[in-house]
């Protein structure tokens, strides 16, 4: 068995894509994890899956299309990471709900950066940290600026943002 993972699943339970917790712990279980839980009913799986990571990762999708007849990325990170994100954001936070962080599945390459930088954000500020994107929000996630989602495309890889309450809570949860 390998380390403690969160597993953060892209776009569940929005749009039609409807994926029971308790139906993703139990994949994830069929799957060979171990000290399987979830939080909330957005996509935020703990476990620790056996061997590599990534090919847990790449399974629990496969699971995820083959049960369910949809795609979602697994995207997932270690509890050090996690932390590491939240002491990493670049923005003041005015409202924890209003900033998130966005966990890429791959780094973008440079000229992706470059081209998302070159869109108009309005007044959506963000940052690209590592491996994951920071964001602040002016009026909240359903309120943005289109030309952050215009930006974020441009950066050419899958992604899934969490809030920084819920990535606290999920730091939380890892007792790390």
Request: aromatic letters at 6%.
């Amino acid at each position: 068995m390998g380390a403690r993972r969160v597993v953060l699943l892209r776009a569940v339970n929005v749009g039609g894509a409807s994926l029971p917790m308790a139906e993703l712990r139990a994949l994830a279980t069929s799957l060979g994890a171990e000290d399987v839980a979830t939080h909330i009913a957005s996509g935020n799986l703990l476990c620790t899956p056996p061997g590599d990571p990534d090919v847990f990762d790449r399974a629990l999708e496969q699971a995820v299309q083959e049960r369910f007849g949809f795609f979602r990325e697994a995207i997932s990170r270690t509890p050090e990471q996690l932390r590491a994100a939240l002491d990493a954001h670049p923005f003041e936070v005015v409202d924890a709900r209003f900033s998130y962080v966005l966990f890429l599945l791959h780094p973008p390459e440079p000229a992706a950066v470059t081209a998302a930088q070159e869109v108009d954000t309005g007044p959506e500020l963000w940052q690209l940290v590592g491996q994951d994107v920071h964001l602040r929000y002016a009026e909240g996630a359903g309120r943005a600026h289109p030309g952050l989602d215009k930006a974020l495309r441009r950066l050419r890889t899958p992604a899934t943002a969490r809030n920084l309450n819920t990535v606290r809570k999920l730091v939380a949860l890892t007792g790390s």
